[in-house]
């Protein structure tokens, strides 16, 4: 069972940054590419980044030049860097792998962009 825990979510202000991990127990975690999803209240959870095992990335177009997904092969983590916070970016926000075999998924953190 892979874990997958994620942690930097908190309420912040419009145009304002948060940087958001993502830790994984899974073996091999290297070869996986990964993705940051969110789910809106009242909404499904979408896939809005996501990063090869090369490093190549990609992103919807809601979040395009506003973040950044990274990751750290030895410590097996993938981050999100989030800056020109808008509102609309309220969500819980998850990681796991952008393959259709998903691991579980973790508890996910909350973002909240509010004045």
């Known amino acids: 069972q892979v874990q997958l825990v994620e942690s930097g979510g908190g309420l912040v202000q419009p145009g304002g940054s948060l940087r958001l991990s993502c830790a994984s127990s899974?073996?091999?975690?290297?070869?996986?590419?990964m993705g940051w999803y969110r789910q809106p209240p009242g909404k499904q959870r979408e896939l809005i980044a996501a990063i090869t095992s090369g490093g190549s990335t990609k992103y919807v177009d809601s979040v395009k030049g506003r973040f950044t997904i990274s990751r750290d092969n030895a410590k097996k983590t993938v981050s999100l860097q989030m800056n020109s916070l808008k509102p609309e970016d309220t969500a819980v926000y998850y990681c796991?792998?952008?393959?259709?075999?998903?691991?579980?998924w973790g508890q996910g953190t909350q973002v909240t962009v509010s004045s």
């Open positions: 796991n792998t952008d393959r259709d075999d998903k691991w579980d």
């Open positions: 899974k073996k091999f975690f290297s070869i996986y590419s």
